[in-house]
């Protein structure tokens, strides 16, 4: 059995959050990665889930007088709810508390340990519960955590270690002959930096705390959140339990996740997987932070109180909601948040340049055809020309969608709509239409609009689904958008309120 099936994950999320901005931005990419690469007509398993281990979740269910599971259960509720309003395709949501994780969970980990990868060592040092990390006096300088500034646990305690020094050499290697693993560039260079340092035994067990997987060998251990969290990646898919399936899917082809846990993803996973003999994932892609007022957008920011995601939905609709986080930032680099910005790419981007293009060629299909989309008749070069750029676009999207280049693929679709909107307005259909001569041509040219918008309904489906299939629907065509739709000649179009209505205000 051999991997046939693109594979995508977002980190699993700590349950105990409240989902903002930040978790929704790495999902929505995620969701729009998946929905392409079905698009195109590959095999794809997308996965989400939640973090639902851990001293911090312990701490949030004594606090309420709940048990850890009670807890854990009540909070889940919001994830869920947020994908779904989202249009989130996830084709599996992993939990950690699930029996399906933690049994593999246990044989991964005896696996390691057979290895001889593991040891019992002691540790003194300091610990960040909120950000379930051990920390160098370095990092928590002043005994204060530098991402929670919060004051940081001191442990004295016997942990298992695993040998992650011995594996310094192998990942330089595995990084010399892959230069895609760890991307964007600045990520990969980052992290080689961090293993040219020479790499240190990490632990990977807790012993005070219950709440979390049990150490196999060892009960009165358990295992550290975050070396348990890493292997849902693979738990989900059958590893351990299915190997006819895990063989199909793994390796992932690509780990989201923001760039605060890419030591986690490039170089502890990588060599943890090394040492059980497993397969590495293909990229690990660390993508920049949404910031607001210059801030990032986290749970303890001011900046989260003002600004949900899914107030963010009731005042634009998802598919804008989606549009934005796509489009609007560049996926590897940091970038600010603001409603004002987000309106104002609303108007221009959606209500006026595709809302326009969708609204008008539709009418005028209605208004000069009797709603049936006419014959292309005699292309001319303008045809020609607008026919070909909706043409090139699909394959040079694709090409930078593979580079996780989102907001650019999404960016050449649009060079399509405004050539397109452009053409209309020198081609000025709505005159030729007064003199019954000039009809073939004018049907030419609402042909060709309409084709282009075929295509751009079809590309830019992944990002605003709903939208995209009720444009594709008022184009006279069913099922769900596709590349490889028919002609459109014939086709009875529907006409319709404006997709994206202005902004009130
Ligand atoms: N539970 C761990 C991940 C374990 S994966 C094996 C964790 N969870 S988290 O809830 O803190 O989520 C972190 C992730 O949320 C980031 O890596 C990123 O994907 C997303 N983001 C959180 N805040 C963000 C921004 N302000 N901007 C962009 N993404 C952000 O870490």
């Known amino acids: 059995m051999t991997k046939d099936t693109w594979y995508v994950t977002t980190p699993i999320y700590y349950v105990n959050d409240v989902p903002h901005l930040g ?26 889930g939640t973090d639902e281990h851990g ?94 500034k919060t004051p940081v646990e001191t442990l004295a305690e016997d942990n298992y270690f695993f040998r992650l020094s011995a594996y310094t050499d192998r990942l330089l290697d595995h990084y010399e002959s892959n230069p895609g693993f760890a ?53 989900a898919i059958g590893y351990g339990t299915d190997d006819e399936r895990f063989k199909r899917i793994w390796p ?36 920049g932070w949404l910031l607001a007022g210059g801030e990032k957008i986290a749970k303890s920011g001011r900046s989260i109180a003002q600004i949900s995601p899914l107030e963010l939905i009731d005042q634009f609709g998802v598919d804008a909601y989606r549009y934005h986080f796509l489009r609007a930032t560049s996926f590897g680099d940091d970038s600010n948040f603001s409603i004002e910005d987000m309106g104002a790419r609303y108007t221009a981007d959606l209500a006026n340049d595709l809302g326009n293009l969708a609204s008008r060629t539709v009418a005028m299909v209605d208004r000069y055809f009797g709603g049936v989309v006419p014959e292309p008749g005699e292309v001319q070069p303008p045809e020609q020309d607008l026919l070909d750029r909706a043409g090139a676009a699909g394959p040079s999207a694709d090409a930078l969608v593979g580079q996780y280049r989102i907001n650019e693929a999404i960016g050449s679709v649009w060079e399509v709509i405004r050539h397109a909107n452009r053409y209309l307005v020198e081609r000025e259909p709505w005159k030729l239409a007064r003199d019954e001569s000039s009809l073939p041509l004018v049907g030419s040219v609402l042909n060709t609009a309409a084709e282009s918008l075929k295509t751009v309904a079809a590309l830019l489906c992944p990002a605003m689904p709903g939208a995209m299939s009720e444009l594709w629907s008022r184009l006279g065509l069913e099922g769900p958008p596709r590349l490889d739709a028919p002609p459109l000649a014939g086709a009875r179009v529907r006409p319709g309120d404006p997709l994206f209505p202005r902004l009130e205000g």
């Not at 989201?256 to 030591?263: F, L, P, R, V």
């Open 23 to 48: 978790h929704a931005y790495t999902t929505v990419a995620c969701d729009f990665l998946a929905r392409w690469h079905r698009l195109h007509g590959r095999r794809v398993h997308f996965l989400t």
């Open 55 to 148: 001293a911090k979740n312990a701490k949030a269910a004594e606090e309420r007088g709940l048990t850890p599971r009670e807890w854990v259960d009540q909070v889940v509720v919001h994830w869920k709810q947020l994908w779904e309003r989202l249009e989130i395709s996830h084709d599996d949501y992993i939990r950690t508390t699930e029996p399906r994780h933690i049994g593999p969970v246990g044989r991964f980990m005896t696996a390691l340990h057979e290895t001889g990868d593991v040891y019992l060592g002691s540790y003194e040092g300091l610990y960040c519960v909120r950000c379930e990390e051990f920390k160098t006096d370095t990092e928590a300088e002043g005994g204060v955590c530098p991402i929670h």
């Open 183 to 235: 991307q964007p560039e600045r990520t990969r260079n980052e992290v080689l930096g961090r293993i040219r340092q020479g790499l240190r035994d990490i632990p990977i067990s807790r012993p005070t705390l219950k709440w979390g997987i049990p150490v196999p060998w060892d009960d009165k251990h358990v295992i550290y959140v975050w070396i348990e969290a890493l292997q849902n990646y693979i738990t």
């Open 252 to 287: 992932a082809d690509v780990h989201m996740m923001g760039k605060e846990i890419i030591w986690h993803h490039a170089i502890v996973w990588p060599a943890m997987l090394m040492s059980v003999g497993l397969p590495l994932p293909k990229t690990v892609f660390a993508h």
